[in-house]
């Protein structure tokens, strides 16, 4: 069972665009949400996180936004660049059932285009 | 942050044969992990590695196939023993620091391919 759904799949913006990319979640005890940058050949890096507590959280041009009751979140890239050109991980973990596991969403492959 | 690096970065490997991955952190962890991605493919928590005991291994992967040490702090191995094509894939080492186990920071990863 899939925990935490993200779409779309894939995602081509046009430089100076919004990308938007969703993530919807079933689990009512997941209270950390991160998400992640992958680029091709790389190991996922940490872009920006954010808590129930709070509906939004921008970290320069990237931007969570949180909906507790609609169990969904998304992340918003900000005048998108080619260079932000990658894959993106939403994630979600409980963080009170002493468990340190992250489950991953499937991943948004976006293309920025001159 | 963590820095996280692993070794070999890739390996071609002959079926039937074993390969070990080693990950080192830079700084001393809480908790440190192994993931498996296959080309295209989101990420799959294989085991948490657990200094001084045995490993905590998610449903469907199994010691005999893919034992993990944890010596220390800082450092551990994933070997997957006795592989076939149906391994090929990323193996990514992560950790989770000291005073903020919610962050977790990822190696490079290991490109395996079975042949």
């Known amino acids: 069972q899939q925990q935490v759904k993200q779409s779309p799949q894939s995602l081509i913006v046009q430089k100076g665009g919004i990308s938007i990319i969703n993530c919807a979640y079933e689990?009512?005890?997941?209270?950390?949400f991160p998400w992640y940058q992958q680029f091709p050949g790389k190991g996922p890096a940490l872009l920006i996180a954010?808590?129930?507590?709070?509906s939004e959280k921008k970290e320069g041009r990237f931007t969570i936004s949180f909906n507790k009751s609609a169990k969904q979140f998304s992340l918003h890239i900000m005048d998108s660049q080619p260079g932000d050109s990658a894959t993106y991980f939403c994630?979600?973990?409980?963080?009170?059932?002493?468990?340190?596991?992250?489950?991953f969403g499937k991943g948004t492959k976006l293309s920025v285009i001159p | 942050s963590a820095v996280i690096s692993q070794k070999p970065s890739r390996d071609i490997c002959q079926r039937g044969t074993s390969l070990t991955i080693q990950c080192q952190v830079d700084?001393?962890?809480?908790?440190m992990f192994w993931y498996r991605q296959q080309p295209g493919q989101s990420l799959t928590l294989i085991a948490t590695?657990?200094?001084?005991?045995?490993?905590?291994?998610e449903s469907g992967f199994v010691i005999d196939k893919f034992p993990i040490s944890r010596p220390n702090l800082t450092f551990s191995t994933l070997t997957v023993s006795n592989m076939s094509p149906e391994d090929s894939s990323i193996y990514l080492c992560?950790?989770?620091?000291?005073?903020?186990?919610?962050?977790?920071?990822f190696g490079p990863g290991t490109r395996l391919t079975v042949l």
């Open positions: 992560s950790a989770g620091q000291l005073l903020n186990t919610d962050t977790q920071y």
């Open positions: 689990n009512t005890a997941f209270d950390y």
């Open positions: 954010i808590r129930p507590d709070v």
């Open positions: 994630a979600a973990k409980d963080s009170g059932a002493g468990s340190y596991q992250l489950t």
């Open positions: 700084s001393q962890v809480t908790m």
């Open positions: 590695a657990n200094q001084g005991s045995e490993a905590t291994y």
